[in-house]
Each structure stands twice: as C-alpha cells, then as structure tokens.
C-alpha cells in the first residue's frame, strides 16, 4: 500500500462486552476516500499521465511560486506530479483575450521563455517535449515531459508568421479563441461576429497542420468547431472541455459536437471546473459570483493582487470556501468528472476521451484540490469496469495518438508543398 496508509487509519477502541475486565483494542482501517487500491496504483503509476491543460504557468511569474518545491497553495508543481503520477503537462500560454496585438504577442514569448527557462532549471525532473515520441523518451527516462499549448488566437497578434514562431519555440497546440472573439474566430462566451471562422482563421488551421500544431477548438463557439472540423487535415482536440449533457454550459461540448469529433478521430480532454461539471453548482455561481467568464470576484482579486497569480489563487479560493460554508455554492464531488468521461466515452468510445483539468486556471472539485489526487481517476476508472488498456489511452494515451497522427500530417503536407 501506499506511504500515508497510516495516516488514513482509524484507531478505535471498544470495551469487550462480555469480559468487563479485558479491554480489546481494534484497528479498523477507515474508508479513506485517497486509499488507491494496488491494481490502480501499479497501472496508475506505470502509465503516461498526459494533462493536456494546466495553467500554471502564470504562477512562474509569482515571487511566491516555485515549480520545483511542494506550495501550500495552486494545484500543480515538481513534487505533487510526481505523487500524483502527473508525467507530461501541456502549460498553458495565455493572457486575457481582451488584449491583442504585439502586447498579446510580447505576454506569449515571455510565458513560452518562463515554461522553456523552468524546463532548464529542474532539468533533472523535466524535460522539454515537442512530439509524442519525446513525451515516450521523458517518460523512459524517469523526467517529466513539458509541452506547451498556446490559448487564445489573440496571441498570435494577427500575424499568421506567429503560428511558425511559435511551433518553432516548442508550441504543439493553439486553442482558437478564449473568452472573448478574436480577429479571426468566434468564441462560445462571446456574441457571434465573425460566424465561426473567418476565411484568415481557415488559413491560420491550414498553417497549424503544416506545422503539426494541434488545433484545439476548446472555448470556440459551435459554429468555429464545426469551421475547424471542416478544414483541419489532422484530427482536433478540446484540450479542457466537459460534457454539455451533464453541464448546459456553452463551454462544454454537445453530444453532437462531441460525436463529430470523434468522427474525425478527435479527443475530448475532461475539464475538472465545477462550473463545467455540476449544473447545481453553475447556477448558483453565475448568480452568486456573474460566473467563469465575467467573474466579479476573479476582477477584484486582480486587482487587490496587483495581477499575481499566487495571490489570486489565494483569493479565490478563500472567497469561494466562504460562498460555500454560506449555502451559496454547492458542494461539488471529484466523482462528476468520472460522470463525465463516461459520458463521453458511452457517447464515442475510451479512444477519444482524454484528461484536460484546468489545473491552476479553475476551480477544484472536493477530492481534486490538486494534482496529487490524480491516481482516484484510475481507481475509480478500474471499479467501472473499464479495461486497463482504455484507463491508458484515457491517462494519456489518446493524447500521444492525435500527436502522433497531427505529426504525419505536417510531413505530408511539408512533402507536398515543399517547406
Ligand atoms: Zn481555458
């Protein structure tokens, strides 16, 4: 069993009944929710654990951060990886999509420069990957693989040479919009302009498959995603989206979008957002904080914190803790996001279906405060029923594959074109 057995380990002791003058003492061991059964751990911890979604990396920039050290507070860093079995992360580039052009432009080099600078410093623990084949060699080789996925089109301040730039730099997957519209695609939080794609925004996935840069139509309205399933030579990913059957939210994707995804080889990587995976607790949020996208109480942290990161994340969470212990917000168990890949892989299939947290980006369900609790997904996987070989792709497997296929794409269409 596992290092902290005996801190989950109720003592109870009981007078015998029948000889008043023998006390018996009995250890019965608790039911502790974090127990992990030796099946799930061996599989668990001898897979590749692919989070496609983490935004920790604005945490790099936190004086109160460090990667390489267990923090009291956040949900990812080095150790906490490791004791959650975590060995690949995509770190997310990201600024506010209110802000475009070079100042958009100038945020993603620096937060791409903060991922690869970090990957130097702990060079023993991580290692920078750029194709499936380096997240299998990190993997070999004991290191955690760190890959980097670009959110929001904004950041590529309308100037598709950015695409090129930054696939040069390490970038394996762009998220087409965020939050709000960009110049060239229409977000689901954000009143239609452009009616999905523009024809640039064509162009920008057509230079995304040259590339072999994952096209995630995560955050994208549903008329962008069906615009990018058109056009994309390489299967898509939602790299940290849920299920909009069992969360009417218009981040999360319908069982049709879902489906036509698939349909083209696609993966749906589950965001563990409570917003995004309790109705209960969405309604109560829009009414009790205006929600994910226009959240009152992200604005004032932002502003008490002066924009750091850590000091957000503090915020937050204290805010939300206090809504909670109120009545205001639900309680939300780690087990919706179970209901969640199920749901998606009764829909299309364990082959599509993959895991985007949001970590460090969104609010935790009770169970998930962070990365460590990562290893109750395949305990809880293994008690559905699910084949050791799905609980793989589903880890992380999955993800491995749509690279790997997004890679051949790019050499067919480098070979074809000549460059
Ligand atoms: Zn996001």
Redesign the pocket.
Known sequence: MWHDFEMHRTRVSFLCAVCSLAAAAILIRAAAPDDISEGAHKLHFSSIVLDT?DDTTQRLFSKDFDLGKRNPEGHVDIPRMREGGMNAIFF?I?IDGRIMGPPAVQKALDQIDAVRENVKKYSTEMMLARTAEDVRRAHAQGKIAALMGV?GGHMIGNDIRLVRIFADLGVRYM?LS?FYNDEWADSSTDKPAHNGLTDFGKDIIREMNRQGMLVDI??VSDKTFYDALEVSKAPLIAS?SSCRALCNHPRDMSDDMIKALAAKGGVIQINYEKSFIDQAYKDASDKETGGVVQNRVVADAMKNCNNDEACVGREMANMEKKLTEEGKLPHVSWERIIDHIDHAVKLVGAEHVGLGS?FD?ASMPEGMEDCSKLPKITEALLRKGYSEGDIRNILGGNTLRIMEQSERVSRELRASSGR
Do not use: V
């Open positions: 979604h997310s990201w959110e998220t965020h995560s955050h940290h949001d980006g």
